[in-house]
């Protein structure tokens, strides 16, 4: 393995919060949390309550993800087994299928798929706190608290916050109009369930880390992620996982866990027991995530051992400190001659930001959409040496243009032949709340 692991004497909380307060003095950083919610039981999925690497010890990143550009990827990661951390952009769909292509332009300040070998990493499971360090860098622990010590002395805000407020691209009869022409694609059987979003942007200066610590500790969410490269941050609270993949025994199990189906919490107990009843009952909530995983059933299919693929954990509810959703398990066995690659490229992008029949979905969303998604609805996440790996679903998030302190945000719901535009509406607009919030609280 590439690298030397070092156990951490001090706590797990005070260094995830040194990690914090450094995270923008690196050209690349990746903070990845999960298990994070009070009122959730531990998810048995996350492996670890935190994950955070830096520097650039390999950089694979590429603007536009074609063919060409995933074939050197996978020849890359193939022939280094190390830790990789990093971005798929929903538009490396493109790169899977011939078929369909993006209208709009590229920011090339969000490359399409980006991921970085680091120069260290920290790991926390169950409190325990290890240190790895890179093989290749002349570094020990030591010197690693004094580098972290140094640059928290030097990260001092330049500029005080402005007040920024996220505005949509597309408004109230607009949004209602596409959605109702999606429905009519529906009623003529042209796909099943389609996901229209809808961009929102603002501009101005904060505090990005700051920004991330409030939207963390009002979501609490469950896959939650910073990223930052040279030109752009990441601010994800997603609460919801893509891809996982765990060593058992000889072989591999993987793990994907869509939610479909969204609630308020209510303003007290009656009213939350009120709001979570009528989500588990709701015939075109639950046809929602039925839909999605009967597709992520066939992916995983694509790449797993015969009769394996299987959903033991169904419609699940899960609680979130502002909403409730509906969650599935689909779980297999890797073929032994597929790795977290073929993975990705059986699955790519997730059935629950895109919908069904995926590919059919993905044209038509393409023609209504109002800007390239780029990393939204994309996935953010690690791959470890012995060929693990954990991606969120790049949802609930913020994107920074560090050169010109543009913001970015998405919305979005899923459309079914029951779908009430009007309604969709109102749950893009809950959705979008905790983002658009946070970002207009200054320090």
Known sequence: MPFKAHKLDSASVEIRTALRNVADTFSYFSLLETGNSIEQTKEPLDKYDFIAAAGGAEVLSYNIADEGAWIDFKTKCRSKSTWWFGIFSYELKNAFEKSISSRHGVNKNFPELIFFEPNWLV?????????????NIDMDPISWFKDLEGRSRKNSKLQPDQDIVLKGLCERDEYVSKARQIIKWIDLGDMYEANLCIPYLAQGYANKMEVFKRLQSRV???MA????????TLISASPERYLCLRKHGESFKMFSQPIKGTAPRGKNSVQDDINSDSLKSSSKERGENIMIVDLVRNDLSKVSKKNTVSVKRYLELRKLPHLFHLVSTIEGSLKKECDWLDLIEASFPMGSMTG???????????SQELSRRGWYSGALGYVSPDGECDFNVIIRSLFYENSNHRWTSWAGSALTIDSDPEREWDEINLKIDAPRQILRSKN
Do not use: F, H
């Not at 169950?126 to 093989?135: A, M, P, R, T």
């Open 356 to 366: 069904a029949p995926k590919i059919r979905v993905m044209e038509r969303l393409d």
């Open 220 to 222: 609490e969410s469950s």
């Open 225 to 232: 992620g910073y990223y930052k490269t040279p030109s752009a």
């Open 123 to 135: 790991l926390s499971q169950e409190g325990e706190v290890s240190l790895l360090i890179n093989d």
